[in-house]
């Protein structure tokens, strides 16, 4: 019996100049046998095209006559949600930039460097192994936003009006609501700020973007936007954002400790408090679901991936992975979010960025804020056991204790 081939991932590129779109042919042409092309010459075209079949990733050039690139993808993003959605622009500024990283999930520039935009696809095609739940995908294709806590919001706004406003201080408020970082982060990393590696430190990112940029998305753009009411009884944001940033000053801790490096403390600190999006994103879209895994949890002891997969389709770690793999923030960031829960799942093995997130969570809800032990701790035995380390938990906790003792503790 023959095997079964997996499906090619689906590209429709659009441009309305013909020249162009013969480039990237020419420019993709190793790719035949892997990626099923198609090019298009204008938004009306594509239009069309995609009435009459699906596709993976939708390509489309910023400028052109008639519907824009902006505009096409904001129609793709009402009809067909579970497309990949790319800009793709030579002639731009940040103000139509911060437009349509709205609507658009990454932000490429032209002309493109080839093995930018061959990555930028094989990452987003890559996506559908992470998140296989086509309500999920479509749920979080029509996705601008997550909403950021009110105080969080207001504080931004009272200290971006402010006559002696600082990206300093700025930088601080934003570190600290996982939803501003997750966007900011998204377009400080689009291709269009030609960056040479990745920015995972949040305070550079504001630096980076200025103050007048960092109001436009405030005001001008709608990116970052207030929290709607959330059931109370299911989630309590403050306590949330509270554990989130917790986490994340755990997960520097434990990078510390390792003895990893600079890059990768930040790194740890950055996926600690974006560890739980895949949480905020149940509960504000998907409330009445969340809800009842939350009563499965608390009610009947069911462990909490068991009744988010089952009432869900899917775990917090997976929708979250997959968010922001979508929007474009690195690999080793998405895979720590995507396997915090299971770090002996994940692709890099050893003390991988999802084990330190694992063992930052269960310092934080397996200890007292004294940082005394509170009980039994969910570890993932098999991660822990291959690491050939028996005792590391038993010495993270002790190093934790003595950092409590001296004050340290973050």
Same mark, same amino acid.
């Given at each position: 019996?023959?095997?079964?081939?997996?499906?090619?991932?689906?590209? $429709?590129?659009?441009?309305?100049?013909?020249?162009?779109?013969?480039?990237?042919?020419?420019?993709?042409?190793?790719?035949?046998?892997?990626?099923?092309?198609?090019?298009?010459?204008?938004?009306?075209?594509?239009?069309?095209?995609?009435?009459?079949?699906?596709?993976?990733?939708?390509?489309?050039?910023?400028?052109?006559?008639?519907?824009?690139?902006?505009?096409?993808?904001?129609?793709?993003?009402?009809?067909?949600?579970?497309?990949?959605?790319?800009?793709?622009?030579?002639?731009?500024?940040?103000?139509?930039?911060?437009?349509?990283?709205?609507?658009?999930?990454?932000?490429?520039?032209?002309?493109?460097?080839?093995?930018?935009?061959?990555?930028?696809?094989?990452?987003?095609?890559?996506?559908?192994?992470?998140?296989?739940?086509?309500?999920?995908?479509?749920?979080?294709?029509?996705?601008?936003?997550?909403?950021?806590?009110?105080?969080?919001?207001?504080?931004?706004?009272?200290?971006?009006?402010?006559?002696?406003?600082?990206?300093?201080?700025?930088?601080?408020?934003?570190?600290?609501?996982?939803?501003? *970082?997750?966007?900011?982060?998204?377009?400080?990393?689009?291709?269009?700020?030609?960056?040479?590696?990745?920015?995972?430190?949040?305070?550079?990112?504001?630096?980076?973007?200025?103050? #007048?940029?960092?109001?436009?998305?405030?005001? @001008?753009? @709608?990116?970052? *936007? #207030?929290?709607?009411?959330?059931?109370?009884?299911?989630?309590?944001?403050?306590?949330?954002?509270?554990?989130?940033?917790?986490?994340?000053?755990?997960?520097?801790?434990?990078?510390?400790?390792?003895?990893?490096?600079?890059?990768?403390?930040?790194?740890?600190?950055?996926?600690?408090?974006?560890?739980?999006?895949?949480?905020?994103?149940?509960?504000?879209?998907?409330?009445?679901?969340?809800?009842?895994?939350?009563?499965?949890?608390?009610?009947?002891?069911?462990?909490?991936?068991?009744?988010? *997969?089952?009432?869900?389709?899917? *775990?917090?770690?997976?929708? @979250?992975?997959?968010?922001?793999?979508?929007?474009?923030?690195?690999?080793?960031?998405?895979?720590?979010?995507?396997?915090?829960? $299971?770090?002996?799942?994940?692709?890099?093995?050893?003390?991988?960025?999802?084990?330190?997130?694992?063992?930052?969570?269960?310092?934080?809800?397996?200890?007292?804020?004294?940082?005394?032990?509170?009980?039994?701790?969910? $570890?993932?035995?098999?991660?822990?056991?291959?690491?050939?380390?028996?005792?590391?938990?038993?010495?993270?906790?002790?190093?934790?204790?003595?950092?409590?003792?001296?004050?340290?503790?973050?």
């Amino acid at each position: 019996m023959s095997a079964v081939l997996a499906p090619r991932t689906s590209v $429709l590129f659009v441009d309305d100049e013909a020249r162009v779109l013969e480039g990237i042919q020419r420019l993709l042409r190793s790719l035949r046998d892997e990626w099923d092309m198609e090019f298009v010459d204008g938004s009306q075209v594509a239009i069309d095209r995609l009435s009459q079949r699906p596709f993976d990733v939708v390509v489309a050039d910023m400028r052109m006559p008639g519907m824009d690139g902006a505009e096409l993808l904001a129609h793709v993003k009402a009809q067909h949600p579970q497309s990949v959605r790319l800009i793709l622009s030579g002639h731009s500024d940040t103000q139509s930039t911060t437009r349509a990283i709205g609507i658009a999930h990454q932000y490429l520039s032209k002309p493109c460097d080839a093995g930018i935009l061959k990555s930028t696809i094989s990452r987003a095609a890559a996506l559908k192994a992470l998140l296989n739940n086509p309500g999920l995908t479509q749920l979080i294709g029509r996705l601008e936003n997550l909403p950021s806590m009110p105080s969080t919001y207001r504080n931004l706004l009272a200290c971006l009006r402010a006559p002696d406003a600082s990206l300093a201080d700025a930088g601080v408020i934003v570190a600290r609501d996982p939803a501003m *970082t997750v966007k900011l982060l998204q377009l400080v990393n689009s291709a269009y700020f030609g960056l040479g590696r990745p920015i995972t430190s949040v305070e550079r990112a504001v630096a980076f973007v200025g103050l #007048e940029t960092l109001m436009s998305l405030v005001l @001008g753009n @709608g990116i970052f *936007t #207030e929290c709607k009411a959330l059931p109370a009884q299911w989630v309590n944001l403050d306590l949330l954002w509270s554990r989130s940033l917790r986490v994340a000053c755990s997960a520097r801790f434990i990078a510390q400790h390792e003895d990893l490096n600079k890059k990768s403390q930040d790194d740890a600190f950055l996926a600690g408090m974006l560890q739980d999006l895949g949480t905020l994103l149940f509960a504000s879209e998907l409330s009445e679901q969340y809800g009842r895994a939350c009563d499965r949890v608390s009610l009947d002891g069911v462990p909490r991936c068991v009744a988010e *997969t089952e009432e869900l389709g899917a *775990t917090h770690a997976e929708v @979250g992975g997959y968010l922001i793999g979508l929007w474009g923030l690195p690999n080793v960031i998405v895979e720590a979010i995507a396997f915090h829960a $299971l770090p002996s799942a994940a692709p890099t093995t050893g003390m991988c960025l999802a084990g330190v997130v694992h063992l930052a969570e269960r310092l934080v809800d397996g200890t007292h804020a004294s940082g005394a032990p509170q009980g039994a701790v969910d $570890l993932d035995d098999n991660w822990v056991q291959s690491l050939g380390r028996p005792d590391a938990w038993q010495e993270l906790l002790g190093a934790w204790q003595v950092a409590d003792a001296s004050g340290d503790q973050p």
